[in-house]
């Protein structure tokens, strides 16, 4: 399974991106699957998720400047990011946890990052 990301740049504050995460491979379906993020000299961060029936869970510092989506058929999901600040600077990773046949546990994947650079 691979999850290709895309979509980073660099950006003005108060500007937007949007990036992509498809993922592709042996999959039977995919129940999670989220964005992280990890700045310089700091953890791995929970960005946003959504399940496949479409529930959405957003970290705080979020403050509805962000919105995730998903498209079941093309297994993407997508992160629009909106009125970024100079903070949100960092790589952002796409994570999915797959299943590859029925019955089968559930197998966490993660994305190469992409990075998101905001200049004040």
């Known amino acids: 399974v691979q999850l290709q990301a895309s979509g980073g740049g660099l950006v003005q504050a108060g500007g937007s991106l949007r990036l992509s995460c498809a993922a592709s491979g042996s999959i039977f379906s995919i129940n999670n699957m989220g964005w992280y993020r990890q700045a310089p000299g700091k953890q791995r961060e929970l960005v946003a998720s959504i399940t496949s029936g479409g529930s959405t869970n957003y970290a705080d510092f979020v403050q509805g400047r962000f919105t995730i989506s998903g498209d079941n058929a093309k297994n993407t999901v997508y992160l629009q990011l909106n009125n970024l600040k100079p903070e949100d600077t960092a790589v952002y990773y796409c994570?999915?946890?797959?299943?590859?046949?029925?019955?089968?546990?559930?197998?966490?994947?993660w994305g190469q990052g992409t990075l998101v650079t905001v200049s004040s």
């Open positions: 994570n999915a946890d797959i299943t590859h046949m029925p019955g089968w546990g559930r197998i966490a994947y």
